[in-house]
């Protein structure tokens, strides 16, 4: 008896060579039928006796091609259609179902092997790419992905390619990307305002690097400013003409090997380096890397990643084991991604640019991430990873997440599921609105999105607050920390009430302070703050956030009062020579008063009060050094007081004595700040006791940017484990700001409208 089937596959499978799969399964089960892109899905139709349409099934149920990320199969009796083959059909128009949009993929090494291959004719073309490597969301301008939908658009397929696109038998069957050096993009090496330099563009680069000049290096979503890792002149230079100091640069290294030789690199890291996002993996550097000081400096960690577009395979055919691989901007402004931007923005900062003509549409930072605790977690999402959405369930309404002014990206939801945006950056910039702006357009494109309902953070000032506003639909107002707390139920699928611990840089509360050390009762449909860090006053206002010293001296008054001037550390004679005096007057008339909470100024505060920063030169230097130096073997703890009546406030004034106290008897910093995070942890541990004990709840969400400091983050997972909690965390979206549009999101589309669309 002939059977007929009707598959649809949801999620990343689009760009990923699942048609040509889907072909070769079907010849192989001796089915015949058609598949095509439908809409962001692929959808199949399969026909023949019942035990080969089984078999055809079974087997397509289990296995995937690997770049795809499925969300979802579906199979479905159907009449039988008599097809006498089975084919790849042109893409059908559906702008109604759930949509995948296709992610970035780093070069595979087939294509790597073609590239280095002298008999190929892909010998040193670096734009070539196949059904299972290369750019997607970057290219593409909308769904379904087929080439005349992406940048490729412009170049036409020579016969040669056409031959390979139409072979069955080709690893680019169907690669929408194909194209070769005599018809794909071209590629050349240019001075820094773009007039060409003749000769072999990528010797020539070699050539420049190895003399220590800095190159802008057009990319998968952006350039990269680029140097030789070694080269610490090369590297000063390119800090001071980027206009950035201190912040650690990230670094691609020629291959696992060179990784190998100067970072401690664990078997899972090992694999994320490796797999086809190619993000930035946190390392910790060893001491014998020769890479310039000045790549991390004061810290150990190390952003490494591996090359994954043809353009950087090329450049390390120049003996270099290492480049300094940066965002093409200058800082604070956007990642630059035309031709022309580069000349202007960055031409400046380089000394050459190696460009090629393929546009890139959409532009998407590297992905950072991290290994804790045995699981991978989102530092920077970005390349690779956005938009892979994450299913929501309840997600009732059509929702635009307007995310955080920091670290921003948004989040739409549909059909169930969350689409975050890429990293955009943050919104002190008038520039960074205006990428955001065509972002989200490209996406409410892509995923045909028109959105019912907002949602944004409770601060008045965020221009994402006031963007909601005003698009004239309903807008949900979400507690920043509620926002946190929401990502991590969110991503790990958990629908009832949990204790979120919320540990932040800066967050809009509901009563005029700032939080930022947070102990919420949480779940997707509300918050109750139980718990909280005791206020400390934040001298000079948003200033503190800079200053850390200013935070030092708030901690050091509240615990020590007048007599803190005679402590005899360096941290005052620090505040004396900034007029601390006059500034504490003004934080006690009141004309100075904000109060803050936060995590973050109390690192900031014993960081200072350490003598090891007094300014963050870039957002959590201070907390960054000072987790750098931390003797993790340390067991010992500092004390604190937490009050009996609700709401739980942590007063750390024994901590700050004990610190000063250890300081001024000659104990080593590594010593003081293990001592440190040992007790954030046992803080984090005593609060979570106190609130399972009257509330019943045993299951912990814990999220905010302080979270990203690895010690503290493994000392709380062992802490709590100990104690049988069943902690989440986040680790799809980031703990940091980045993650916000998702909780926002998650949140809001909780919320019903009403049949006239108000809340
Ligand atoms: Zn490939
Ligand atoms: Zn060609
Ligand atoms: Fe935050």
């Excluded at 593409?140 to 005349?148: A, F, Q």
């Excluded at 930022?516 to 200033?543: C, Q, T, W």
């Amino acid at each position: 008896m002939i059977k007929a089937v009707v598959v649809s596959i949801s999620g990343i499978v689009q760009g990923v060579g699942y048609r040509p799969f889907i072909h070769r399964t079907a010849i192989k089960y001796k089915v015949n039928g058609f598949v095509a892109n439908k809409g962001g899905e692929v959808f199949i139709h399969a026909e023949g006796d019942e035990a080969s349409v089984e078999a055809f099934l079974d087997f397509i149920m289990q296995n995937y091609p690997s770049g795809a990320n499925i969300l979802s199969i579906q199979a479905m009796d159907d009449k039988p259609m008599g097809a006498g083959k089975f084919e790849i059909m042109d893409s059908m128009e559906d702008n109604q179902s759930a949509v995948g949009i296709p992610v970035d993929m780093g070069m595979c090494d087939d294509c790597a092997n073609d590239m280095s291959n002298p008999e190929s004719r892909y010998y040193k073309y670096p734009l070539t790419s196949c059904t299972k490597c290369g750019p997607r969301l970057t290219i593409v301008r909308k769904l379904p992905y087929d080439r005349c939908n992406t940048a490729m658009e412009p170049f036409q397929l020579c016969s040669e390619c056409e031959a390979e696109f139409k072979n069955p038998a080709d690893r680019r069957y169907h690669a929408q990307t194909i194209c070769c050096p005599h018809c794909g993009p071209e590629i050349k090496l240019t001075d820094r305002s773009g007039n060409v330099i003749g000769g072999d563009p990528f010797e020539n680069a070699g050539e420049m690097l190895k003399k220590g000049m800095i190159l802008g290096v057009k990319g998968i979503g952006g350039y990269h400013i680029i140097c030789d890792a070694k080269n610490s002149e090369a590297v000063l230079n390119l800090r001071e003409r980027k206009k950035r100091e201190y912040k650690p640069l990230a670094v691609m290294f020629k291959d696992i090997d060179a990784a190998e030789k100067h970072c401690n690199i664990s078997s899972y890291e090992r694999e994320i380096l490796l797999n086809q996002q190619k993000p930035i993996v946190l390392l910790s550097r060893k001491n014998t890397s020769d890479l310039s000081e000045m790549v991390n400096p004061g810290l150990k960690k190390l952003g490494a990643m591996l090359p994954y577009s043809g353009v950087h395979y090329l450049l390390f055919d120049a003996q270099i084991e290492a480049l300094v691989a940066t965002s093409g901007n200058i800082s604070g402004l956007p990642l630059v991604t035309g031709d022309e931007d580069a000349k202007e923005y960055i031409g400046g900062v380089v000394d050459a640019f190696i460009m090629h003509n393929r546009e890139i549409v959409t532009p998407c930072d590297d992905s950072v991430v991290s290994v804790i605790d045995g699981q991978m977690h989102m530092i920077r999402r970005a390349r690779g990873y956005a938009p892979i959405p994450i299913i929501l369930r309840k997600a009732r309404s059509l929702v635009l997440a307007c995310g955080s002014d920091f670290k921003n990206t948004f989040c739409m939801a549909k059909n169930g599921r969350a689409y975050v945006s890429q990293h955009i950056g943050d919104f002190d910039r008038y520039e960074t609105l205006q990428v955001q702006k065509e972002i989200k357009a490209g996406y409410e494109s892509l995923l045909n999105f028109k959105p019912e309902l907002a949602a944004c953070d409770m601060h008045p000032d965020y221009r994402t607050t006031q963007y909601a506003e005003g698009l004239g639909i309903p807008v949900i107002r979400v507690q920043h920390h509620h926002a946190h707390i929401a990502s991590v139920l969110a991503e790990n699928d958990y629908e009832q009430e949990a204790i979120g611990v919320a540990l932040d840089g800066t967050g809009y509360g509901n009563d005029g302070t700032v939080w930022g050390g947070e102990f919420l009762i949480a779940s997707l449909d509300g918050y109750e703050r139980v718990g909280h860090f005791k206020n400390a006053a934040m001298p000079g206002g948003e200033a503190a956030a800079l200053e850390t010293w200013r935070m030092a001296g708030a901690y050091l008054h509240d615990a020590y009062g007048e007599e803190m001037h005679d402590l005899g550390i360096r941290c005052i004679e620090e505040l004396k020579s900034k007029n601390w005096e006059v500034l504490l007057r003004s934080t006690q008339t009141g004309l100075n008063s904000l109060k803050t909470s936060s995590a973050g100024r109390l690192f900031d505060a014993v960081s200072a009060i350490l003598g090891i920063c007094f300014r963050n030169g870039y957002e959590g230097q201070a907390a960054a050094e000072l987790e750098a130096i931390a003797d993790s073997g340390v067991s010992d703890i500092y004390g604190f007081d937490i009050t009996e009546n609700e709401p739980l406030t942590v007063d750390f004034n024994r901590t700050i004595k004990g610190i000063v106290t250890d300081l001024k008897s000659g104990a080593g910093l590594g010593r003081i700040s293990g001592k440190f995070h040992n007790t954030v942890a046992g803080v984090v541990l005593e609060m979570c006791m106190i609130i399972r004990k009257k509330r019943n709840l045993d299951v912990v969400a814990l999220s905010g940017g302080v979270f990203q400091n690895r010690l503290l983050l493994e000392k709380v997972l062992r802490a709590l484990k100990q104690e049988e909690f069943i902690v989440m965390t986040n680790s799809a979206v980031p703990c940091n700001d980045g993650g916000i549009s998702l909780g926002q999101a998650a949140i809001a589309a909780r919320k019903e409208l009403g049949t006239n669309g108000s809340l």
